[in-house]
């Protein structure tokens, strides 16, 4: 009887440990557990790629060369002037022609390769909302009901379609999947890794929406190489693309949020193979590939970063402040170091601190050079 008592307890122990080890799988060395959920998620992507894909619309070089063009949106080129003047001594009229104005050559649109059937970029413009399940403050996009933000991004996506009736536009949800942290955590990285169950709703949010999904990382004392493969399997679904955040990259020894961080060529360059490789490997349209900048040494060898035919690459304004503030931080870190399309964020509520400022609206985007492709709302 003694010995039928303790096996029972020992298995009521047993299923306590197994509901707990469920919820919370860093305890007691989840992360076999962990490993064992993204085995379980590969499985499906593999059984969905296994599946007939239909074929991707075949890329129109003429148009994808004619949109570059518009996207520049360069100056027109300066005429000849032709006067007609009046010689004093004599009173004579004459004709006289003042050459036109040499100006510098263009800096856009970029050549780069061709992308492969099926690139979104340039004939369909994104509109973004950026942020974390988990926080009201990191972004639109965990600051209120799914409904509403739904809604609200909805009223974005209208307004970019009447202002450039031209551009179809995308919307997209933005999600900061690896999150800076003021605090070293079990591994001293200074990071938090989002569980796969919150990437899962918002997957479910943007299919309501037919959108984008973008995982952003925030890589603090850890690397790219080290994250991305984390969440792989997301990157194998033709619907996901990826954002990384060069002020949450820290080389040195300062935490993140104490400087800014920085990202090399170097770095960009294997976000970009390591997106490359996944969609040969699983026949996907291009990946867009959103990098944020607002400084110069956020983004260093910017003339290294080498787009390729599987992955386009977005230069994303990602600076706060007024209007004269923001059109400085594009024109001198984006359209000075081209490389391949441009992004523009807006703040809702940093934007608009000053008194008398107000956000951008699409029409005044619009009037920039180059035109920004990718809009992101925080």
Do not use: C
């Not at 007939?52 to 000849?80: G, Q, R």
């Not at 909302?129 to 209208?158: C, F, H, I, W």
């Amino acid at each position: 009887m003694l010995k039928s008592k303790k096996f029972w307890i020992f298995v009521f122990i047993l299923i306590v440990l197994g509901i707990v080890f469920f919820l919370n799988p860093s305890f007691l060395g989840g992360q076999i557990f962990y490993e064992s959920i993204s085995k379980q998620k590969k499985d499906i992507i593999k059984n969905l790629l296994s599946s007939e894909i239909p074929p991707f619309p075949p890329l129109d070089k003429d148009a994808y060369d004619k949109k570059l063009i518009e996207l520049a949106n360069n100056p027109p080129a300066p005429m000849p002037i032709t006067k007609v003047v009046k010689d004093p001594k004599t009173g004579q009229t004459s004709t006289v022609t003042i050459p036109a104005k040499v100006l510098p050559p263009n800096i856009w649109p970029i050549t780069t390769v061709y992308p492969k059937d099926g690139a979104i970029l340039p004939f369909k413009r994104i509109v973004a909302y950026y942020g974390n399940l988990y926080s009201n403050k990191m972004g639109v996009l965990g600051q209120y009901p799914e409904e509403e933000m739904l809604t609200r991004l909805d009223a974005e996506v209208k307004k970019w379609e009447i202002a450039d009736p031209n551009t179809k536009v995308i919307p997209a949800l933005h999600y900061i999947t690896v999150v800076a942290q003021g605090s070293a955590g079990t591994d001293g990285k200074y990071r938090t890794r989002m569980p796969f169950a919150e990437i899962d709703k918002v997957l479910k949010m943007a299919e309501k929406i037919n959108g984008l999904v973008f995982l952003d990382f925030q890589v603090a004392f850890s690397t790219l190489d080290k994250e991305l493969p984390v969440y792989e399997e997301y990157f194998k679904m033709p619907n996901v693309h990826l954002g990384i955040d060069p002020e949450f990259s820290m080389k040195g020894n300062i935490r993140p949020g104490k400087v800014v961080g920085t990202y090399d060529a170097v770095d960009v360059n294997f976000a970009i193979n390591y997106l490359t490789q996944i969609v040969k490997e699983n026949n996907l349209p291009p990946k867009i590939l959103v990098v944020h900048r607002y400084t110069q040494k956020m983004v260093t060898h910017y003339n290294l970063i080498k787009p390729t035919s599987e992955v386009q690459v977005v230069m994303h304004m990602d600076g706060w402040g007024g209007k004269t503030k923001k059109i400085g931080t594009y024109q001198h870190f984006i359209f000075k170091e081209p490389v391949q399309f441009t992004g523009f964020k807006l703040f809702y509520k940093n934007d608009v601190l000053e008194s008398g400022t107000t956000l951008f609206e699409p029409t005044e985007l619009l009037k920039l050079n180059p035109r920004p492709i990718y809009i992101q709302y925080q």
